[in-house]
């Protein structure tokens, strides 16, 4: 294994463990069926890229796009995730306030389905179908982003993210809050009959994980340098959602899991598959669609033998939790 | 303004189109509580069954009819060994809505190396231009026009006058008292998925003969304005989803001669949330299976 | 902040309840006593329910004010009536299945700074110390319910009694000024239907004010200060047991015995 191969690995890796803890923590965690979570994704990489990149008339005009404002690193990243948290309020005030829950998921995935057709056909806004190319990434005017110690570089930078966004994540799942988020995942009416908020809970744990699924497109369009509407059609949340039941929702580990064993997993096994099985070369675009179908048997398969995934939601046991056995005596004495 | 007329002619075609399609849609949940998001994709299947017959010789009319039977078998099939088992289960209303999801891009993967990525159209012989009124419509778009009233008056019939219809809407209204009025509430569902297969894959057809081409990526796309419809009908009611049907095709059509062709998606989305936020029951509200679901 | 002593805790003035056409609340007055315990009491399908979930907020008003400790709440959303101290609970069972026992009656309570987003991204030692005053007060009503045993299963798991009791004390955990019960002796084992009895006389005695939806008259007679009958969306009669057993047209609609 070279080193290049190992750099893609951890840093799709990385972003797509951020992703998963994001969908986590509004699907899993506060039931929010967030079908249209890579336009977060999207637009915090859109938002990363205008912002790092030269003004769109440099390297001859070929492409047309707003700002272009040659931040350094951090900013581009930061603007990211700011832009997936932005993009997540007016998006929340109308879908979380107003619908019920099997319409709020069906708008959502209806919204993405759009907003990739517009940004395809707004050919000024982010040049379109084509997308954005040459991105620089952080770091990339003083080390050549073709070198190994860039790969190196990207991949130190992509580990604290990670180590930063499970550490919210942790903090909100373990806490009072996170109870009282599966408490209204549960049961929304008797959660706010004890008080609770829904819509403010809702509103507020869908900003958060539009910010880090914003985070999570700032660091891949860095690496990758290409971000276009085909990079996020409507299906790309679908894998995620896949990996988040395979891997066992409701918790990190599960997410962390889940982004190993799909989005990467599948990646890397269909890596394996030679070019040709005894003699017969398959259509170049089969493989892939062949994934496709394999993740619709996955969620399938996992929702019908394996519901909660391979790492269960926790049970919380507090200290001091009487054993079972030990109460059992009592009563017999 | 002429462009204006135009637009309504394209707009009643489009309400023909998504009407033959939205009506099954609705049923489906009406009656099964199922968001079906494998329709689309059903339509297309539909739609390139009849083009391998139309590819063969066969008039594009006639086609219709193997059309609408592979989208009534795949419809059957699909809720009987998948829908209806994890219904079964106790699956709750999202768990189904992303195992029909699930479905929908199998469907789709499974379609492309058969039919390949590039578009297909079908042979269709336009005939002579009808005019009337500024409104300029080819033979074959009126007949799309003639299918769809056709087919709503049918689900009309069936729906008011025949013992199944009666037995469709007792199963929509009240499953657990329909069977224990003696009312075969399973055979009743089959046969609703066999009868709005049927329309999937009439829909799928005529959408493909209204649009220039089609490929495998146009089923997600015809699942909009379907839902659409659906939804701004009310949720599970037939004549709803002609009324919305109506609605959305003139409105996407003339939106689409004001603004540009390829915001009309945007459009139908745009009603679909106005629809969903001001009205959530639709026009016209339904009882029961609609008050259960969410 | 608070309605004078004497005055009524709960009052509702005409309040309506239509929906798809059917007037499940049809113009119901009541004033519910500071510190009693009231039945609320009816044949099926009176309305009961709706009404109760209506005074709650779960339900919105077609019709009518709902006034709470002199204060207009008939706008209020549900959470907001609850943190006012107006709590309910539920006919069908409403208990966080994924979460144990325990975490049932933690949820409820409402002084934990760890219950924000800004609390929880400050850590646990911002507010394990409200968690363990917390736990240790959920701990003592479970014992006092009979459930200590119970308190790290899976509340799905629970039986339909367990259910019931959970939701009271989840209810107790919010430290209520008035209770909206629906039903709560529905399912209970006898023994614990006298604990939770003897805990809501306790709670009346610390002037706590309840409205209580019941099936049981008996239960009803030893509770209940005073009773308001409902049939068909209205009220057809309210006061003691004893009073209404003397009106004929209530005897004939509802009472037997």
């Known amino acids: 294994m070279n080193s290049y191969y190992a750099a893609t690995l951890l840093v799709y890796a990385g972003v797509d463990i951020i992703a998963c803890i994001a969908l986590n923590l509004q699907f899993g965690i506060s039931g929010i069926v967030n079908f249209s979570f890579i336009i977060f994704q999207a637009v915090g990489a859109y938002a990363a890229a205008v912002l790092s990149m030269p003004p769109d008339t440099a390297n001859g005009g070929y492409q047309v796009y707003v700002g272009g404002f040659q931040l350094p690193f951090p900013l581009p990243w930061i603007g990211g995730a700011l832009a997936g948290g932005l993009l997540a309020i007016p998006v929340g005030l109308v879908v979380l306030r107003k619908l019920r829950t099997d319409y709020q998921a069906i708008a959502l995935l209806v919204l993405s389905v759009i907003a990739n057709s517009v940004i395809t056909n707004a050919r000024p806004f982010l040049n379109g179908a084509a997308g954005i190319a040459q991105v620089p990434g952080p770091f990339s005017d003083q080390i050549d982003p073709l070198t190994q110690s860039y790969q190196l570089l990207y991949v130190g930078l992509t580990l604290p993210c990670v180590l930063l966004v499970w550490l919210v994540a942790s903090r909100i799942v373990n806490s009072p809050y996170g109870r009282s988020l599966r408490a209204m995942r549960d049961h929304e009416v008797a959660a706010s009959a004890l008080g609770k908020n829904p819509v403010r809970m809702k509103m507020t744990i869908f900003i958060v994980g539009g910010i880090i699924g914003g985070l999570s497109g700032a660091i891949l369009v860095g690496y990758i340098a290409v971000w276009a509407p085909s990079e996020w059609l409507y299906p790309e949340t679908i894998i995620l959602f896949a990996a988040v039941i395979v891997g066992g929702r409701a918790n990190n580990v599960g997410a962390i899991l889940g982004a190993l064993l799909v989005p990467v997993g599948f990646e890397e096994v269909t890596r394996l598959i030679p070019g040709t099985i005894a003699g017969w070369v398959p259509p170049p675009n089969l493989i892939p669609a062949m994934q496709w179908v394999a993740i619709g048997l996955l969620i399938i398969g996992f929702l019908w033998f394996r519901p909660q995934g391979v790492r269960p939601e926790p049970r919380r046991v507090f200290e001091g939790s009487p054993d079972a056995e030990e109460v059992d005596r009592v009563r017999t004495a | 303004m002429d462009l204006y007329v135009a637009a309504l002619g394209f707009g009643l075609i489009s309400v023909s189109v998504i009407a033959i399609a939205a009506v099954g849609f609705t049923m489906q949940f009406g009656i099964t509580n199922m968001i079906n998001l494998s329709y689309g994709e059903v339509m297309m299947v539909s739609g390139y069954a009849a083009f391998y017959v139309n590819q063969a010789g066969v008039n594009i009319w006639v086609a219709l009819i193997p059309g609408a039977l592979v989208g009534a078998v795949l419809s059957f099939l699909l809720n009987r060994f998948l829908y209806a088992p994890f219904q079964r289960k106790g699956t709750n209303h999202i768990g189904m809505v992303i195992v029909s999801l699930a479905a929908s891009l199998m469907i789709a993967n499974l379609m492309l190396p058969i039919v390949g990525y590039y578009t297909s159209s079908y042979v269709v012989d336009q005939g002579p231009l009808l005019r009337a009124n500024g409104l300029v419509l080819t033979t074959a778009q009126i007949a799309i026009i003639a299918v769809a009233v056709i087919l709503m008056l049918a689900i009309h019939g069936l729906l008011r006058y025949t013992r199944l219809g009666k037995a469709m809407r007792a199963t929509a209204a009240n499953p657990t008292l329909a069977r224990n009025c003696g009312i075969p509430t399973q055979r009743v569902i089959d046969v609703v998925w066999l009868i709005t297969g049927a329309l999937c894959g009439v829909a799928g057809v005529v959408a493909g003969m209204n649009s220039e081409n089609f490929s495998v990526s146009s089923g997600a796309a015809y699942l909009i304005p379907i839902i659409a419809a659906a939804v701004l009908g009310g949720a599970g009611q037939p004549y709803g989803a002609m009324i919305g049907a109506l609605i959305i095709g003139i409105v996407t059509e003339l939106s689409a001669a004001a603004i540009a062709p390829e915001y009309k998606e945007v459009v139908a989305f745009g009603m679909l949330v106005l629809v969903m936020v001001l009205r959530p029951q639709g026009l016209l509200a339904k009882r029961g299976a609609m008050a259960a679901a969410g | ?257």
């Open chain 3, 1 to 257: 902040m608070s309605a004078r002593p004497d005055e009524p805790m709960l009052v509702a003035r005409d309040v309506h309840r239509h929906f798809e056409g059917m007037r499940a609340v049809d113009g119901v007055s009541i004033d519910v006593p500071r510190g009693k315990i009231t039945g609320l009491i009816g044949p099926n399908g009176a309305g009961k329910s709706t009404f109760l979930a209506v005074l709650a907020g779960t339900l919105p008003a077609s019709a009518g004010t709902i006034t709470f400790e002199g204060q207009d709440i008939s706008r209020l959303p549900t959470y907001h009536r609850a943190r006012r101290g107006l709590v309910r609970t539920f006919q069908l069972p409403s208990e966080f299945s994924q979460l144990t026992v325990l975490e049932n009656l933690l949820v409820a309570a409402p002084d934990n700074r760890g219950d924000s987003l800004l609390g929880a991204l400050l850590g646990k030692r911002y507010w394990g110390d409200d968690e363990l005053r917390l736990v240790d007060q959920a701990r003592s009503l479970l014992k006092r319910f009979g459930m200590t045993a119970k308190e790290s299963d899976y509340a799905g798991t629970m039986s339909g009694g367990q259910k019931r009791l959970i939701e009271i004390m989840r209810a107790l955990m919010l430290r209520p000024r008035c209770l909206l019960l629906d039903e709560p002796m529905s399912g209970v084992h006898p023994r614990i239907v006298d604990e939770i009895k003897y805990y809501l006389q306790s709670l009346r005695a610390d002037g706590l004010t309840i409205l209580m939806v019941e099936h049981e008259l008996h239960l009803v007679e030893q509770l209940c200060d005073s009773v308001v009958v409902m049939a068909q969306g209205k009220v057809i009669g309210s006061g003691t047991m004893a009073a209404l057993r003397r009106q004929q047209e209530i005897v004939d609609a509802y009472l037997v015995g």
